[in-house]
């Protein structure tokens, strides 16, 4: 049989009616499959496509174990066929679902597992699975907008520094052997490009490690706590694409604290919880600065007041929620305007790198054409 662990294998044994008498690991060779069901990507679309199906079976009469299993057949991702299989050992074995999807932290979060416990300990099981599928499709948008928008601007400079190498390390020497046969000097422009080109040949391998070892060096350096404040704050800070970072991840936590706030959950852990889920170092400070303040008596909006990163219409709802006792409702709201306010600041930064990319790249490939061109030009001339 194939199993993620031993203990998920005599588990489903077990449940299957066997007795194990003996268990032993069969060592393969290296198996694609074996790999994609431990280590293989599954999309957030797919979480959420989980929960919805998951509330449609529920909703059904059909039971948990059962859904678990139909689901479970007829997924197309081997990873997650193999964790809804541990899943289901554990529940055979006793324990609640958000008991048993807390033991896959990478697939379903802290905030996730903590609100299906809520629903299943006040009976509102299937509407929190709806609820939840709807907050983390909404992310799930919010985050594909982002990568879209970045895509274009990641694709075309790729291509100029592509196409930059060629014509520099392969075209311009291949007319600098023809003008050498011809006994032609190369004019100013193209000797000063093939200089540059037989330069970055020869410190090439030197180049190569250095990229490495500093592309290393900032991974290693973003895994620390420091390190990762560090450069998250940069993120912040960065012209135009700051504040659409920054809007994202404050319209995030808006939608993670109404969410939990509908939930009924108390306000410390809210917080926490929201800053748990936060893929920012700084915000999740700041949360955590919240949390610490409230822990002393405070309100919400009094703590977020006193930091800059929070900004001015968040804190204004936020207090607004407190006397109302609408927080829910009012935070949905700050989430949706800072989304539609990302995109339009999304929107209009594409705007702008896609002329500057495209002047750039027709300047570059025209300088090393008309290089080429000039020195073509003073062979025909010397020739006549």
Wanted: hydrophobic share 45%.
């Amino acid at each position: 049989m194939s199993a993620t662990s031993e203990a998920a294998a005599i588990e489903l044994l077990g449940y299957s009616g066997y007795q194990v008498v003996n268990l032993r690991q069969v060592t393969r060779r290296l198996n694609l499959s074996i790999l994609t069901a431990r280590f293989g990507r599954i999309k957030p679309t797919e979480i959420v496509l989980f929960y919805r199906q998951l509330a449609l079976l529920l909703n059904s009469g059909i039971d948990i174990v059962k859904a678990l299993e139909l689901l479970q057949a007829q997924t197309s991702s081997r990873r997650m066929a193999a964790t809804l299989g541990e899943v289901i050992a554990e529940l055979r074995g006793g324990n609640r679902l958000s008991a048993a999807l807390s033991k896959h932290p990478e697939l379903f979060s802290k905030t996730s597992c903590r609100l299906l416990q809520i629903g299943e300990e006040s009976g509102s099981f299937e509407t929190t699975l709806k609820h939840l599928a709807d907050y983390l499709e909404k992310e799930a948008v919010a985050m594909k907008s982002i990568k879209s928008a970045m895509m274009y601007p990641t694709v075309a400079a790729v291509i100029t520094v592509v196409v930059m190498g060629i014509l520099i390390t392969f075209v311009l020497p291949a007319f600098n052997d023809l003008y050498t046969a011809l006994d032609a000097d190369l004019p100013a422009m193209a000797s000063i490009l093939m200089g540059f080109g037989e330069f970055l040949r020869s410190i090439m391998g030197y180049l190569a490690a250095i990229l490495v070892i500093a592309v290393g060096g900032i991974i290693a350096y973003a895994r620390t706590p420091s390190g990762k404040y560090k450069i998250n704050n940069m993120y912040l800070r960065l012209p135009l694409i700051g504040r659409v970072i920054h809007l994202k991840e404050l319209a995030r936590a808006c939608r993670s604290i109404s969410m939990l706030f509908y939930a009924g959950l108390p306000m410390p852990e809210i917080i926490r919880l929201t800053a748990q889920a936060s893929n920012n170092a700084v915000i999740t400070e700041a949360f955590h600065d919240v949390e610490q303040d409230m822990v002393r008596g405070e309100g919400l909006s009094r703590p977020m007041e006193r930091n800059p990163i929070f900004l001015p219409l968040m804190v204004q709802m936020v207090r607004i929620g407190e006397e109302t006792g609408e927080l829910d409702t009012n935070l949905e709201a700050v989430a949706q305007n800072y989304e539609v306010e990302s995109e339009d600041k999304t929107r209009s930064l594409i705007g702008l790198i896609q002329p500057t990319l495209t002047v750039l790249i027709g300047l570059v490939i025209g300088l090393i054409a008309l290089s080429l061109t000039s020195a073509m030009f003073s062979v025909y001339g010397e020739g006549f």
